[in-house]
């Protein structure tokens, strides 16, 4: 077993800097970013400058289920498979998520151990906003520490939204009303 | 049926100017106000200024699903019921709030429909924080700004966490594994 991630992040694969050698394929797959669509070019380059690179084989788990974690990925390059263990502790694939996909987010905002695992799937070029970074850029770039707030407020409440209403669908099914 | 909220919010209901008057009560119950948990006094009274107040009789409901709403509550006095529809538009009981916690983020952080349904179960005060105020917010005072998102985004976060457990629980007992 690896031992947990520490804050140094990823120590056992190719670290490559900075995002800022990626703000062009970030520009370019920037369409399906929902957290990026409404920063521009500049406001791209600023946040790359506070994002970690990393590069990963396919087949490593890149995010555990329940290791601690307080940063979340940006996927450049590749896919990977999220999985969830079920309550007896069998694991089964609940998405996928390909380049322009962030992971980890949850994390990020609360420290709390990761909800699932991501599973690279083919080789991957990721990179990484932890929480101490986050903090800094929101010290030192107020104006773009907001609108990534309030991009990633967006994504969690679209994700609240979705998840909400599958789980009120869900409950309807299993506890039919008695007409 | 009475008119979609307007962007002045509840024309109908006894209107309290801003919540300045209300800063004591907040604080009285502030450690029940998960939103407010790290803001000292001063930023509490800033905060305040920004809300508008408002009083409703037992039986109002202060939040209709399916309306159109870009604002939040903070419950400062009294109690509702949530109720939500299910696909059939048969209304059920949800969840209960009172004094302390907060109703509507996700419209407030969305602009899309209400969720749910929010009734008064007793006589309600209530502060209001919209859009606008909160963008002015975030450009007049973004220290105070910044606090608000990063705690939206914990309330968020934490909210997502749970209902993602629920529904996760509730897929797997409907479709038992066969082992």
């Given at each position: 077993m690896e031992a947990p991630r520490t804050?140094?992040?990823?120590?056992?694969l190719e670290h490559l800097g900075d995002a800022a050698p990626h703000v062009e394929r970030i520009l370019e797959i920037i369409q399906h970013i929902d957290l990026f669509e409404d920063f521009d070019r500049n406001e791209i380059e600023h946040l790359a400058s506070y994002m970690i690179c990393f590069r990963a084989p396919a087949g490593t788990e890149i995010i555990r289920e329940g290791d601690p974690g307080d940063f979340m990925l940006l996927l450049i390059e590749g896919g990977v498979e999220i999985m969830k263990k079920d309550t007896t502790g069998v694991q089964a694939r609940v998405g996928v998520a390909g380049a322009g996909k962030t992971l980890g987010e949850m994390s990020l905002i609360d420290?709390?151990?990761?909800f699932a695992s991501c599973l690279a799937t083919s080789e991957l070029v990721f990179a990484v906003l932890d929480r101490e970074h986050l903090t800094r850029l929101i010290a030192e770039e107020p104006g773009i520490g907001v609108k990534i707030l309030m991009e990633l407020l967006m994504l969690l409440n679209q994700r609240l939204r979705s998840v909400s209403k599958q789980l009120m669908q869900c409950l309807e099914k299993r506890q039919p009303r008695i007409s």
């Open positions: 804050p140094d992040h990823f120590p056992q420290g709390e151990p990761r």
